[in-house]
């Protein structure tokens, strides 16, 4: 009996590098005091800039984003309700310094839920969140345990949390670890509205008559210590942090002419550690905003349907050649003359026929200086038969390795 044997055929397709120009536009951001830094774009999440986003850093009061986003999760399974009274333990100063951000809390105090947690968000109250994690939790060891497992489960590397505050020095993270926290907070409505209010009074309680509470950010309130020295146009939430291991931190969005943006900025300078009374986080940020806003456009990359590039199937029937079209629109915002680099990946890159019309066969890939934007997947824009003899040898060869 004759043997076929089918020979494999090297396709060599330059449409695997197929470049639009190379980009030689170096994306400079401007100069900060800030020690770690990460800008992204939230309709898209690209990330804009970023510098030492990696680094493991303390985030002083930005750990408060996985207490109350932890809180406001339990709220949304139902284990526990916003108008729940919630009486503050004998643990409710734990971790605490004297000259720390605290409320006021007293143990034996009642408050309702909700108080707690504009407390927290508001006023960075330190006792608010030992509170906060006592009830969600049943005690504030129990919490933190739940924190880290939060961050780890969320892709978080160079997370460690101690405190459920972020008061203690050995609370660790990185920029890029509080954006993936910072995304998933946001994703609860309730997250929002706390962290974006500006000023609110908390009712009497058991022990003390209502709190005024003014928000830490002068970003987005001009009620603080710092007047309207640092309010900034489009600016909302999420929350600001100082330690002097930590320097001055903030993570906040901003939104102006259809652009939403989300920055984090660690280890600032500041009072009480230069000779300075600029809060350089706030500074640094409106920095970040003006330069992006400056930069930046919308640019449509692809839309649906779109050839990106034509190749030809092997062993086909008929005409071999075919597109290779975007699965779906991506826009994203690049710098203004920016020349994205579209690199196609093939799952196969033989591209043997038989080809069915919208058969996914790869990802194209859009880069920048080396860096991936996005990615769409990469479909066939026809069907492509296969040619009879393919088909008999594809037959025969079946045949003989089953035996049937």
Not at 32 to 43: E, H, K, M, P
Not at 207 to 225: M, T
Not at 238 to 254: E, P, W
């Amino acid at each position: 009996m004759k043997i076929f044997k089918i020979f494999p055929v090297l396709l060599v397709l330059c449409l695997l590098f197929a470049l639009f120009a190379p980009c030689a536009l170096a994306l400079d951001g401007p100069q900060l005091t800030a020690q770690a830094v990460l800008l992204a774009d939230l309709d898209s999440g690209a990330v804009l800039y970023e510098r030492n986003a990696d680094a493991q850093r303390s985030p002083a009061s930005i750990t408060k984003i996985m207490t109350l986003m932890l809180t406001l999760e339990a709220v949304e399974r139902g284990e526990i309700r916003l108008d729940d009274p919630v009486t503050a333990g004998a643990d409710c100063r734990r971790g605490m310094r004297d000259d720390s951000s605290t409320t006021g809390i007293v143990a034996g105090e009642t408050l309702r839920l909700e108080d707690l947690l504009y407390c927290a968000a508001v006023a960075s109250g330190n006792d608010a969140c030992n509170v906060l994690a006592a009830y969600v939790a049943g005690d504030i060891p129990s919490f933190v345990a739940l924190m880290n497992r939060r961050a780890e489960g969320l892709g978080c590397t160079q997370t460690h949390f101690v405190d459920p505050h972020g008061l203690s020095y050995d609370n660790l993270t990185s920029a890029r670890d509080l954006y993936r926290i910072t995304l998933e907070a946001m994703r609860l409505p309730a997250f929002m509205e706390l962290c974006d209010c500006p000023a609110v009074t908390v009712p009497a309680t058991n022990v003390f008559p209502p709190r005024e509470l003014k928000s830490s950010n002068a970003l987005i309130s001009d009620q603080g210590i710092y007047g309207d020295r640092y309010l900034y146009e489009g600016a909302h939430g999420v929350k600001t942090g100082y330690t002097r291991a930590a320097g001055y931190c903030l993570i906040s969005t901003a939104e102006r002419n259809g652009l939403r943006l989300l920055a984090v900025v660690l280890g600032c300078d500041g009072p009480y550690l230069s000779d300075t009374d600029t809060r350089y986080s706030f500074v640094d940020t409106a920095k970040l905003y003006d330069w992006a806003f400056e930069t930046f456009r919308p640019r449509e990359l692809c839309t649906r349907g779109q050839t990106l590039s034509r190749c030809q199937a092997l062993s086909a029937w008929g005409d071999p050649w075919f597109s290779l079209e975007a699965g779906s629109a991506l826009s994203l915002l690049l710098p203004e003359g920016a020349q994205p680099e579209l690199r196609l990946e093939l799952e196969d890159a033989s591209l043997q026929a038989p080809i069915a019309a919208g058969e996914l066969l790869g990802q194209a890939v859009f880069l920048l200086e080396g860096r991936e934007l996005g990615r769409v997947p990469l479909v066939a824009g026809r069907s492509v038969d296969e040619s009879l003899w393919a088909y008999v040898a594809r037959t025969v060869k079946e045949t003989i390795e089953t035996g049937v």
